[in-house]
Nanobody
Framework: QVQLQESGPGLLKPSQTLSLTCTVS??????????WSWIRQAPGKGLEWIGY???????YKSPSLRSRASISRDTSSNQFTLQLRSVTPDDTGVYYC????????????WGQGTQVTVSS
């Protein structure tokens, strides 16, 4: 069974760059038809899909975050990473990594989530 674990700093100041890593076990991030996503949830709001890294090394970001977000991968470590530039307090929330197969959704497995707080 695939397992995902998010890691990264929990507290940032405005204008800094958020960098989160998702470590995957039980499957390869290059497995056929696999998609590896980042999702977040701000306090009191619903889930927001940030984007995904596809098994063939293509990354998609949602239009609302495309100008600030980057998703990359390290196949040797079986990890994928989210970078979000110029963070503001509106980027505060719980960040999740998740996977899906054979399409980008629905998600079949989730990480436990990691709290990110942006505050001066």
């Amino acid at each position: 069974q695939v397992q995902l674990q998010e890691s990264g700093p929990g507290l940032l100041k405005p204008s800094q760059t958020l960098s989160l890593t998702c470590t995957v076990s039980g499957d390869s991030i290059t497995a056929n038809n696999s998609y590896w996503s980042w999702i977040r949830q701000a306090p009191g709001k619903g889930l927001e899909w940030i984007g995904y890294m596809a098994y063939y090394n293509y990354d998609y970001k949602s239009p609302s975050l495309r100008s600030r977000a980057s998703i990359s991968r390290d196949t040797s470590s079986n990890q994928f990473t989210l970078q979000l530039r110029s963070v503001t307090p509106d980027d505060t929330g719980v960040y999740y990594c998740a996977t899906a197969n054979p399409n980008p959704t629905p998600f079949t497995s989730w990480g436990q989530g990691t709290q990110v707080t942006v505050s001066s």
